[in-house]
Each structure stands twice: as structure tokens, then as C-alpha cells.
């Protein structure tokens, strides 16, 4: 599951799974990871979103000890293919 939702305070939340998040990791400026009790990635909060480049976005997986379950790298890949295709 990808659910995707942006803010009007230019902020966009990705959520991988359903849950409650028991701790928050800001792994880059304006990049928060919220995790699970299993330490999984369950959603990514990116702030100031208009303000980040295509690297930053790209290597989003690649911030943290905290990596993505491989079907999610994949969605959150294709996502941002997609909607970037300079990523690709």
C-alpha cells in the first residue's frame, strides 16, 4: 500500500503501511522516517518539499540504517519515475 498526500504546507507524507508510528527519525534535513515497533519504515514525511532536489528525492532509501521493505523501495521508485522522470 503507497498512499500519497501532499499539504498545502508544502509537505508530502508517504505511507507504506497502516499503523501507529513509535518513533521519528529525522535522517536528512527535512526528512523524517516514522517507524514501527519492528523498527520498519511505515512513512516518510518530506518538508519543504518544493525546496528539495531530484538527488534528495531519489536517494530518499538511502538515508538511514532504516531501510524499506524491498516492495516498497520498488512503489516509492515507480512513484517518483513517474512524477520526476528525470530519476529515472
Known sequence: M???TYSS???AYI???E????DSI???D????DLNTEDEVIGIEILDLNSKTADEIKDIYKYTEYSLKPEDALALKTFFTSAIPCLA
Request: aromatic share 10%.
Open 9 to 11: 504546507i508544502d509537505a
Open 30 to 33: 527535512g526528512i523524517i522516517f
Open 15 to 17: 505511507q507504506f503501511s
Open 19 to 22: 499503523g501507529p508510528a513509535v
Open 2 to 4: 503507497l498512499k500519497i
Open 26 to 28: 529525522e535522517v536528512s
